[in-house]
């Protein structure tokens, strides 16, 4: 199995509310990522994950609030986002140092 | 700071022209480099990747890159396009003291027209 699922596809929110994202990958990878990509640019790292600890937080708003419960599950908690935020939500695994593998990703709507 | 330069934002090709995509890296240590395509409405995939050894690496779909160490490039090449080839192409480089960070370029749009 060499795919990352992501749940929802699509996912409209207001200001007010509480959601999460998930993201699955049973590769074996201990390194995983949440991306945020924006139309026409490339994705921006927010958040990485290596052997279920956070190791990288990108200076990322805490109303994004990552979290691993094993090594094949991550979600992202999403709380009073702003319409800024509205953008692609990628979720990518890996062995460290390797290629990445993405997730079709999350399309985020904030009214 | 580390960065990746695209030199190409858009290119527009006719079937069965040649497609070379320019891309730059500024970090002096060792790198992992990757091409990656995103199909319109579909996820980012990996096209080939070069860690050591030839610096000639082919990938899927007809595409090679050449990895020039001197000039800190890893330019994409296809002898043929195909309309389907019509996609975001990203370069992008882990540096390997920073194993994790997936450092992108800006991307090139191509689009093939048939």
């Known amino acids: 199995d060499t795919e990352v699922t992501q749940t929802p596809k699509h996912l409209v929110m207001g200001m007010t509310n509480k959601k999460s994202l998930k993201c699955e990958q049973h590769?074996?990878?201990?390194?995983m990522y949440w991306y945020k990509q924006k139309a026409k640019k490339p994705p921006e790292l927010m958040f990485v994950?290596?052997?279920?600890?956070?190791?990288i937080n990108e200076s990322v708003p805490s109303r994004f609030s990552p979290e691993c419960p094993n090594s094949s599950l991550l979600n992202l908690h999403l709380h009073a986002l702003q319409p800024e935020d509205s953008a692609l939500y990628l979720c990518a695994s890996s062995f460290v140092g390797n290629e990445q593998f993405f997730g079709p990703g999350t399309r985020l709507t904030v009214l | 700071a580390q960065s990746v330069s695209q030199h190409n934002h858009h290119v527009i090709l006719s079937e069965a022209a040649s497609l070379e995509l320019g891309c730059n890296y500024s970090?002096?240590?060792?790198?992992?480099l990757f091409w990656y395509v995103q199909y319109p409405g579909q996820h980012l995939q990996l096209l080939l990747k070069?860690?050591?050894?030839?610096?000639l690496v082919k990938g899927i779909k007809g595409f090679e890159a050449e990895f020039i160490k001197s000039k800190f490039s890893f330019n994409l090449r296809k002898p043929s396009v195909q309309w389907s080839d019509t996609a975001e192409y990203f370069c992008a480089v882990i540096p390997m003291d920073s194993s994790y960070k997936l450092i992108f370029g800006s991307g090139t749009r191509l689009l093939v027209r048939p």
């Open positions: 994950y290596s052997y279920e600890k956070l190791s």
């Open positions: 070069y860690f050591s050894g030839d610096p």
């Open positions: 590769m074996g990878h201990r390194a």
């Open positions: 970090y002096g240590g060792t790198v992992n």
